[in-house]
């Protein structure tokens, strides 16, 4: 085994909990068991701590009213039992620590911000769409044509919001110095949260038509098709898919 492929499988390793605890892991013997795993928990440790601050810096800024600390669940029992499993960087392991996130903030005193369950579930949505695979570099190939023939799908982990509280309207208030929690306007709001190829996440408000492209673009419907059930004309319909590619949250295929 070469010096690279050392390293690669040490990498794999310490970013991985089910691979370490593998055979194929332990019997090569490339290190010393109880050292990486507590390489590996530092790692991990730091990678989330950034991200949680990051993505839940929103609740993290309405502690100071909920007493809780979005970050403070990386110290908690259910968090170190996690990282038997957790995989650095996949969406499975996002999406179970932004679990654990949300349950504890949640058990603030949360009565005096009515909008925090709609904010938690956007900051989770956020953290759990940044995560998983991701191009680092082009190769040149495109997503396909969208002539004839070709159908429109939803790449995976794109998700619609549809929230009770406008929270685009307060977020940036958060931020900001207040002596009381900033009210959000109780209306209706969809927001589209997008991730492209290159790990770049886009949040993005969505009409009833956008909305619906989302709900029925399944990869099966062609162009005509799609136009058909969200009845717009086919000028609109691809004006909106082509705003909705350039975000990552739509792709095309050729049909057979």
């Known amino acids: ?38 390489f590996a928990r530092f790692l991990a440790r730091h990678f989330y701590h950034e991200r949680v601050v990051h993505f839940f810096r929103y609740s993290g800024a309405l502690a100071r009213v909920t007493d809780r600390r979005p970050e403070a669940v990386l110290r908690a029992p259910q968090f170190d039992a996690l990282l038997s499993t957790a995989v650095l960087g996949s969406r ?6 932004a679990a654990l996130v949300v349950a504890h903030v949640a058990g ?10 709609d904010l938690q579930r956007y900051e989770e949505t956020m953290m759990v769409v940044e995560a998983g695979p991701r191009v680092w570099r082009d190769t040149g190939k495109g997503d396909g044509g969208r002539g004839k023939g070709t159908s429109p799908e939803l790449v995976q982990g794109t998700v619609l919001l549809e929230l009770d509280y406008d929270l685009p309207a ?23 949260v997008a991730r492209s190829r290159h790990g770049r996440v886009t949040v993005a408000r ?11 673009t399944d990869g099966v419907r062609t162009l005509e098709d799609l136009a058909r059930a969200v009845r717009l004309p086919p000028a609109e319909l691809e004006a909106a898919l082509s705003g909705l590619t350039e975000i990552g949250a739509v792709r095309f295929s050729t049909g057979s």
């Open 92 to 97: 499975e392991t996002a999406r179970a620590v």
């Open 108 to 117: 603030g005193a949360v009565g005096t911000i009515p909008y925090l369950a």
């Open 1 to 38: 085994m070469s010096d690279r492929a050392v390293q690669d499988q040490v990498i794999r390793a310490l970013a991985d909990a089910p691979y370490r605890a593998s055979a194929a892991w332990r019997d090569r013997g490339l290190a010393d068991a109880a050292r990486v795993e507590r």
């Open 170 to 192: 307060v977020l940036a208030t958060l931020l900001q110095p207040w002596a009381t929690p900033p009210e959000a306007p109780r209306r209706p709001a969809k927001l589209l």
């Open 206 to 216: 969505a009409d009833e038509a956008v909305a619906s492209i989302v709900r029925l």
